[in-house]
DNA sequence: ACTCAAGAGTGACATTTGTCACATTGATAA
DNA sequence: TTATCAATGTGACAAATGTCACTCTTGAGT
């Protein structure tokens, strides 16, 4: 018997998944929550052969949940399971070595497949997700280019910026400048949605 | 028997949804999409009793197929599955008669009572998205002003969104002032963060 | 050793933005 | 029947923003 854990903070998906999990005759479900917090102290109690963890969810992400498990657990198999196709999440996930990372874009019997090749010592990643990251500009923004970026998103002025990551005045606004024509645009709001159609931020 | 069809394009909760609400003795799954026009058409052709319709949809909202199926057929029992406690959604669904509002943030058993419970009659609203929509603030923007903010949300200058709203350019920039005192800010992209916590786009 | 990018800065300039005061019109609520 | 509000507009002012040109330092790569 195979079992399983689910870390899946939309209750209509925790409660399908559960249940179409354990019809499986060699699944049992040992356990499932809807925080982030819940999951890593019950998986650490469960021992369960495989994590499912979505990443959106309170309190922890599943990605913080999958780095402290693989500092305790060597062994266990580590499925994320998230809607979004996102660069850096899928760069996190790999760097914590994760057994598989499915997008919920996929049926069921592709996660109840994809259990039962990682169980083998295949590692799944989703086809949709790896086109998507190969085919995502690089971000061309530096370190502190985005540091900047998220404090004007957030409606800042260049002097508060300034004051709260110690630069001048002028430095702020040569970086703002930089950032417009990195971006191609000529105001802060046009930077903020190229940014995030790109996936920057 | 209750014939449901099933609009979701997350496929893993629509095939997760699909099995479980199959497996229940009195239902009977007659066919289920991952976009709104499909859903139309096949409600249309197959007819069931009941559509679970999810709202944010490609090609077609589920509230905009909710909207069709009132106009030509009044006895049509429809529930809008969700993720959002939005205002907005929740006006337009009752404004086309929905039978029923839920949140995924509900598990399974819920939507299985809620079916049975709309089939004799009753209307069900999710008692979390009252809540939420009880405590939402008012939009105090008028709709001069929040068809200027949509302008400036897509980082448009003064100049621009003078000339595609065919408004002089001192009007628009009254009128954007006007949005910052009402949201309380002292620039646009802090006004368009204080519009979107309180769901006023 | 040389080049290049990132980081930090100054100074100057033209525009854009945000603010105010004020005015007119039409609809609507008290 | 007044107010009040939305919509529209002008003019003027101060401050913020975006752009350029230039400088200097440091670290990484060729």
Redesign the pocket.
């Known amino acids: 018997m195979i079992t399983i854990y689910l870390a899946e903070d939309q209750e209509m998906l925790n409660s399908a998944l559960s249940a179409i999990l354990d019809l499986e005759t060699d699944f049992k479900i040992v356990g499932s929550a809807t925080d982030g917090q819940t999951a890593l102290q019950q998986i650490i109690n469960l021992q369960p052969e495989i994590a499912i963890l979505d990443i959106e969810m309170p309190k922890m992400t599943g990605l913080e949940v999958a780095k402290q498990l693989r500092i305790i657990d060597q062994d266990i198999k580590l499925i994320i399971l998230t809607t979004f196709a996102r660069k850096n999440y899928f760069e996190s996930a790999v760097s914590n070595r994760v057994n598989a990372y499915l997008l919920k874009d996929s049926p069921t019997d592709v996660l109840v497949g994809t259990i039962h090749q990682i169980l083998s010592g295949k590692t799944i990643y989703d086809s949709a997700l790896v086109s998507t990251i190969l085919s995502a500009s690089n971000n061309p923004l530096?370190?502190?280019?985005l540091k900047i970026m998220k404090e004007f998103s957030q409606g800042k002025?260049?002097?508060e910026i300034s004051k709260t990551v110690f630069?001048?005045?002028?430095?702020v606004?040569?970086y703002?400048?930089s950032i417009?024509?990195k971006t191609g645009t000529?105001?802060?709001i046009e930077a903020l949605n190229v940014a995030k159609k790109n996936d920057w931020m």
Chains 1, 2 share one sequence.
């Open positions: 530096t370190k502190q280019e002025s260049t002097q630069l001048s005045y002028g430095t606004r040569n703002i400048s417009l024509s000529h105001s802060r």
